[in-house]
């Protein structure tokens, strides 16, 4: 069993200049360049583990009741944040999410080993509990050190807004979140209400609120969680270690991220990679990052090999929460697709809410960022990119419950561009026998 106190990680520049920052620092930027910080674990201090004893620890304590190792993330916590001490963790049980294997869609795909995971089952019903889990913990590490904190604050597109407000509620700290108004769901805008956090609702979109909350939390007193702050990485990152062990250990051939920000597909190459060097798996999958094309800087990147990349401003599409034309994060994604022979690819508004339409025919319940990723699948498996007999999984990372509006649009038509190919009604009957008969016996 590793020591507590073996293992350290800090903050360092991501383009690589000169300097180490402690994770308790308020620090966001690298002082020298500007560009974002990532945080780097000691990998010397780490490998006096093997990988077969890193998978057995991780494997050991996978869904397990005791506090805090059951949950996901703090399961792994060694790799993540390993200078938290148990006492500070704010945890709601995140991570340790089903990788479906989507029996009825690799049919319908023409892929036989497609497996979806399902991020969005999760408290707040998306993927960015995972990462909130170890930013207000820390938060709450530093609060109790004596530093003055009085509230953490971000700018949102509803999922992250929805995953700060529960986890500041459990812990007890203020929450402030800027949300760009009429563009998110009913239900992402309920969750940081009910859970008591101060809900801004600006004119603007996500990226006008960013440039605010980043202005507003230069004033120390108020801490950032936006997915800027490398810490929430660091927890996304496990996304990559828990695919590969629930497949026994083995590495998809392809991963496939919706991507609007872009910490997320950072996050899992970070994992990737980190599980690699560690010998926990013996290769690395390839990477697609999915974009809606209503909100594609990254995939314009693309089409140019990555020789330049220019933020622009990005359309309404029904996949709001990656809506999204100036990513915070992407230089690491770029650097990230580059290593792990990565695509972009993007969806339509009719391709995106035709394919979440029919991975719901096939079981699940998905969100229209899932959409996003499905359509992207088709993609590149009608045109060979993938395999029929490749392993690929889809990362889901929102409960299609929160965009209830969505669907319910999608099954009306009242989507006005397109048709919805796989709408479904209720019947309106008389409340006889005889006409739900007549019914059934034209259905089945
Ligand atoms: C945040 C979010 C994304 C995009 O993740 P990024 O890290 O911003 O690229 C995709 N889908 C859902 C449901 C999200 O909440
Ligand atoms: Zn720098």
């Given at each position: 069993m590793p020591q507590k106190n073996k293992f350290h990680a800090v903050y360092r520049c991501f383009a690589g200049c000169e300097g180490e920052y402690?994770?308790?620092?308020?620090?966001?930027?690298?002082?020298?360049?500007?560009?974002?910080?990532?945080?780097q674990h000691d990998m010397d201090s780490l490998k006096v583990m093997s990988g077969k004893e890193w998978r057995n620890l991780f494997e050991k304590r996978f869904m397990q009741p005791q506090h805090p190792f059951g949950s996901g993330?703090?399961?792994?916590?060694?790799?993540?944040?390993?200078?938290?001490?148990?006492?500070?963790?704010?945890?709601?049980?995140?991570?340790?999410?089903?990788?479906?294997?989507?029996?009825?869609?690799?049919?319908?795909?023409?892929?036989?080993?497609?497996?979806?995971k399902l991020c969005g089952n999760s408290h707040t019903g998306s993927f960015k509990d995972l990462g909130m889990t170890v930013l207000v913990s820390q938060v709450k590490q530093m609060i109790a050190s004596g530093q003055e904190i009085r509230a953490v604050a971000c700018a949102s597109t509803g999922d992250t807004s929805a995953a700060l407000a529960a986890y500041c509620?459990?812990?007890?700290?203020?929450?402030?979140?800027?949300?760009?108004?009429?563009?998110?769901?009913?239900?992402?805008?309920?969750?940081?209400?009910?859970?008591?956090?101060?809900?801004?609702?600006?004119?603007?979109?996500?990226?006008?609120?960013?440039?605010?909350?980043?202005?507003?939390?230069?004033?120390?007193?108020?801490?950032?969680?936006?997915?800027?702050?490398?810490?929430?990485?660091e927890g996304?990152?496990?996304?990559?270690?828990?695919?590969?062990?629930?497949?026994?250990?083995?590495v998809p051939d392809w991963v496939v991220v919706p991507g609007g920000n872009l910490g997320n597909i950072s996050a899992i190459g970070k994992g990737f990679q980190m599980a690699y060097e560690l010998?926990?798996?013996?290769?690395?999958?390839?990477?697609?990052?999915?974009?809606?094309?209503n909100a594609n800087p990254l995939y314009e990147s693309y089409q140019n090999g990555f020789a330049d990349f220019y933020p622009k401003q990005a359309q309404k599409t029904l996949a709001s929460a990656i809506q999204i034309g100036n990513p915070v994060s992407v230089h690491k994604a770029i650097k990230t697709l580059k290593a792990?022979?990565?695509?972009?690819?993007?969806?339509?508004?009719?391709?995106?809410?035709?394919?979440?339409?029919?991975?719901?025919?096939?079981?699940?319940?998905?969100?229209?960022?899932?959409?996003?990723?499905?359509?992207?699948?088709?993609?590149?498996?009608?045109?060979?990119?993938?395999?029929?007999?490749?392993?690929?999984?889809v990362v889901s990372t929102a409960h299609g419950l929160k965009f209830t509006e969505f669907k319910q649009k999608y099954h009306e038509s009242h989507l006005?561009?397109?048709?919805?190919?796989?709408?479904?009604?209720?019947k309106t009957l008389p409340a006889t026998l005889d006409a739900v008969m007549e019914a059934v016996e034209n259905r089945i």
């Open positions: 402690p994770l308790d620092e308020i620090i966001y930027r690298c002082p020298t360049c500007g560009g974002l910080l990532e945080v993330i703090w399961g792994k916590k060694e790799w993540i944040n390993p200078t938290m001490q148990d006492e500070n963790i704010v945890s709601l049980w995140e991570g340790g999410t089903n990788l479906f294997a989507a029996q009825r869609l690799r049919k319908m795909m023409g892929i036989d080993n497609l497996y979806v509620a459990a812990a007890g700290i203020p929450a402030v979140v800027l949300l760009p108004a009429n563009k998110i769901s009913v239900a992402q805008l309920i969750q940081p209400l009910a859970n008591g956090a101060l809900t801004l609702s600006l004119d603007t979109d996500f990226d006008g609120c960013m440039a605010i909350v980043k202005q507003l939390t230069e004033r120390k007193d108020i801490y950032l969680a936006n997915s800027m702050n490398s810490l929430r990485v996304q990152k496990s996304i990559s270690v828990e695919i590969t062990q629930q497949l026994q250990w083995l010998g926990v798996i013996d290769r690395l999958p390839r990477l697609v990052c999915a974009q809606a094309q792990f022979e990565g695509i972009v690819e993007q969806a339509s508004e009719e391709e995106l809410a035709n394919a979440a339409a029919l991975g719901d025919l096939a079981g699940l319940f998905t969100c229209p960022h899932t959409g996003v990723a499905l359509a992207a699948t088709q993609k590149l498996r009608d045109r060979g990119d993938i395999q029929p007999k490749e392993t690929v999984v006005k561009e397109f048709a919805s190919r796989y709408a479904n009604l209720p």
